[in-house]
């Protein structure tokens, strides 16, 4: 059988998990600068948990788990005969791996919110999974940086989070753009056009308008009867100026008498302001009036991030979901989120040749093996210099010593060492650099000084 890769997963090869982890590393520095404590979730979930949190179009990328042993003895014939899966499904799987990290997380705080400090801050790194179309950027197996806190609905949590994405990608040296608007600015727009009792198609579509276009976004409005006259009045959407408290001051004249769509200009109006007056830049921080996210439960903010100077998707994204643990029976939790994409983060700092000359992470010192004897006595020297934290190992066979050059040069072992028999009467170590071809002979404590 000739191995292969399940769709829309990776191998990382060891350059590349010392590049994302530098990545990971750089984001969980910052969560942890700005208060937020890790936390980890298992990798699957009741389906049950799940489902209902992300949509219909969500819900259908859940990858479900079989239950154990023979799943299909409890079935009833006839939904396999009329093929209703949906039926089926419930018979079939009680499990489900994670979708996000959010809604676990609402799930965890709804198990131990008794035991919790409010507000309570976390973030998490962990793989999730969704059964989608791979592509560039795209993939059924990704990490997801999250930092959420719950148990406030203060606007500064917004702002902080701004600062959190600016900061970390500024690190990272990716320039970016957050995308920012406010789900409860969507509502006011499908009020205003007369729509409201099909939010949910509405804010789906145009949460489309980046990958399908304007065009794209009608005639998907069109498909779910909306009407051509509400399209008419959403027009202005697609046509708006670079100012971004100009476009929100904007929308009040169509919002009066509105009561939610006001509400999410007055809660983006203060995110924006406030964020202007830290000193954040137009060209950082942009209102995005078709921004949607398609997920159901976020009701307040919502945002995006953008890297300039690349194609891709959204690196990173969340928002504000003051309802999500009253689904498991715990009211009165507003939260909100962001999360880094891992996966194209790695991929745009690659394409913008962000990562830089890949430093020896690795082995420093390769002993060459000339015998028992002296691999005993080299494994003694390379055991002091791991109490160092230098990494050192010994060739594992009595070789000729072409081979042994040959095995560190593949490698990237920048030094050979020579611990032979000569040298080992002499308490002294001869070592060879193999990028510049120089070689010294110096006594054991000195190498032991060496950095």
């Known amino acids: ?207 489309k308008l980046d990958k399908i276009g304007k065009e794209g976004v009608v005639k998907e409005l069109v498909q779910k009867n909306i009407s051509q006259a509400s399209i008419d009045k959403l027009d202005f959407l697609f046509t708006q100026g670079d100012h971004a408290l100009e476009n929100v001051q904007q929308l009040k004249t169509k919002f009066e008498g509105i009561e939610s769509g006001l509400k999410g200009v007055e809660e983006l109006e203060f995110v924006l302001t406030r964020c202007f007056e830290l000193g954040i830049s137009s060209a950082q921080l942009k209102f995005d009036i078709t921004l949607a996210r398609g997920l159901d439960y976020y009701t307040g903010a919502i945002f995006e991030v953008k890297a300039k100077g690349v194609e891709m998707g959204s690196i990173g994204g969340g928002g504000r979901y003051d309802n999500l643990t009253e689904v498991f029976g715990v009211k009165n939790i507003p939260g909100i989120g962001i999360s880094f994409g891992l996966d194209r983060i790695y991929l745009v700092m690659e394409e913008l040749g962000l990562f830089e000359e890949d430093e020896n992470t690795g082995v420093q010192y390769l002993f060459a093996n000339y015998g028992e004897t002296e691999a005993l006595e080299a494994l003694k020297v390379i055991a002091q210099l791991r109490i160092k934290g230098i990494s050192a190992e010994l060739y594992p066979e009595t070789a000729k010593l072409k081979k042994q050059f040959t095995y560190a040069e593949k490698k990237g072992i920048p030094k050979l060492v020579f611990f032979g028999g000569e040298e080992i009467a002499g308490s002294r170590i001869t070592v060879k650099d193999l990028k510049t071809g120089e070689q010294h002979t110096v006594a054991l404590q000195e190498f032991f000084s060496w950095k």
């Open 1 to 207: 059988m000739k191995p292969s890769l399940a769709k829309g997963t990776r191998d990382f090869s060891a350059g590349e998990v010392i590049r994302r982890r530098q990545i990971i590393n750089t984001l969980q520095k910052n969560f942890e600068l700005f208060g937020f404590q890790p936390l980890e979730t298992p990798s699957f979930e009741n389906l049950s948990t799940l489902t209902g949190k992300y949509g219909e179009e969500g819900d259908r990328l859940i990858f479900k788990i079989l239950n154990s042993g023979d799943y299909a003895s409890k079935t009833k014939e006839e939904d396999w005969s009329t093929k209703n899966s949906q039926k089926l499904i419930s018979q079939i799987s009680e499990k489900a791996l994670r979708y996000d990290l959010t809604v676990p997380f609402a799930r965890y705080v709804a198990m131990n919110h008794g035991q919790m400090v409010f507000p309570f801050k976390r973030y998490q790194i962990q793989p999730v999974w969704r059964a989608d179309r791979p592509q560039k950027g795209r993939f059924r197996e990704f990490y997801q940086c999250d930092a959420d806190v719950v148990g406030s609905e203060s606007l500064w949590q917004e702002v902080e989070l701004v600062q959190l994405y600016l900061k970390s990608f500024s690190e990272l040296r990716i320039p970016v753009t957050i995308h920012l608007n406010n789900r409860k600015i969507l509502t006011g727009l499908a009020e205003y056009a007369g729509i409201a009792d099909q939010l949910i198609d509405f804010t789906v579509a145009l949460d």
